[in-house]
Structure formats: C-alpha cells, structure tokens
C-alpha cells in the first residue's frame, strides 16, 4: 500500500517562502517512471498543478508558477520537497501530493490527505 503525507506549516506570511514535504511509504521515489508532483486547490476554485520531481530528479513546473516554485528530494528519507517563494494570499489553498505513473502520458494512483496552508497578507 503506498501512502503520501505531506507536511509543513499551515501558516505562512506574505513574502516568505512555503516549505512542504511528501513522505512516501510503500513505494520508492526512484523507481523508474513515477513522478511525485504537488498540486493545490485555492478555496472555493479547481485544482491546480504545481509540478513534479521525477523518479531520476528531473523536474517539471507549472509556467505559471516556475519562477517561485523549486523541488528537492532526500532518497535516503524517501521524501519530496516543494518550496513556493514570494508567497502572497492567493497560494492560500489545500497542497497536496501525489504520484503520477508513465511514460509520455500520466495517470494518477495515489495522493495524501492535503494539507492546508494560508499565507497571512
């Protein structure tokens, strides 16, 4: 059974730089053609893909969000890491993580819980 808990503070001031991170049972993040991504959901409005790191590190940005967004990974804990600088009200929204399997195109099997995070202004 794979299981994907994200964590970090639930609250965050304008300006400062999100931190979350993805701890992944069941499953290795280096297995061959899986992608652990974030995505978010503001209140009241669709999701939204943040991007990914994938199985060899590489990484993959939401345009519109690339030049706040970075990912990281530590294999030996098995997590995952999303950082979201310049943060302003409008990243407030529920994060979550997720892992995407595939080759050219992706399907989602599994995500966590989400977790909340509101940036005060």
């Known amino acids: 059974q794979v299981q994907l808990q994200e964590s970090g503070p639930g609250l965050v001031k304008s300006s400062q730089t999100l931190s979350l991170t993805c701890t992944v049972s069941g499953a290795s993040i280096t297995t061959n053609y899986y992608y652990w991504s974030w995505t978010r959901q503001p209140p009241g409005k669709g999701l939204e893909w943040v991007g990914a790191?994938?199985?060899?590190?590489?990484?993959y940005y939401n345009p519109s969000l690339e030049s706040r967004t970075s990912f990281s990974r530590d294999t030996s804990k098995n997590q995952f890491t999303l950082q979201l600088s310049s943060v302003t009200p409008e990243d407030t929204a529920t994060y979550y993580c997720?892992?995407?399997?595939?080759?050219?195109?992706?399907?989602?099997?599994?995500w966590g819980q989400g977790t909340q995070v509101t940036v005060s202004s």
């Open positions: 997720a892992r995407a399997a595939g080759a050219s195109t992706w399907s989602y099997d599994y």
């Open positions: 790191i994938g199985f060899s590190g590489g990484t």
